[in-house]
């Protein structure tokens, strides 16, 4: 069983000062910030359109270190994909996960980089 993938959703990466990190995406790249949620006082999501591409930064997802960042596909069917993922023994790093705007999930790559599982919602 393959899975659809029908674009990427978005490329994220990790940050542990959220003001260093803006100073660097939108002071030296000249960046405008897009979508911005705060899921608690400090704990940021930031998102940036580049070309038609998001580029989202986040200190709000706790076990996931500066070390690694992680793609984000966008999937025609998020359970279908979940399954296929099960049924190949991929380990699932993240839970699938309900938003306000989308569902998601995550695994590791054979070589340890993330990619993400997403759909979101009408």
Not at 53 to 60: E, G, K, P, Q, Y
Not at 87 to 107: W, Y
Request: glycine fraction near 10%.
């Amino acid at each position: 069983m393959s899975i659809k993938v029908k674009e990427l959703a978005f490329i994220y990466h990790p940050v542990v000062d959220v003001a260093r990190a803006r100073a660097f995406y939108e002071g030296l790249l000249g960046l405008k910030a897009g979508l911005q949620h705060e899921f608690a006082p400090g704990s940021w999501w930031i998102e940036y359109d580049i070309a038609g591409t998001t580029l989202a930064v986040s200190n709000a997802i706790a076990d996931q270190g500066t070390e690694n960042g992680s793609i984000a596909l966008e999937v025609e069917d998020l359970e279908g994909a979940l399954a296929a993922v099960q049924a190949a023994g991929v380990p699932v790093t993240t839970d699938l996960q309900e938003f306000s705007v989308c569902r998601m999930f995550a695994v590791k790559s054979p070589d340890g980089h993330g990619i993400i599982f997403h759909q979101r919602k009408a």
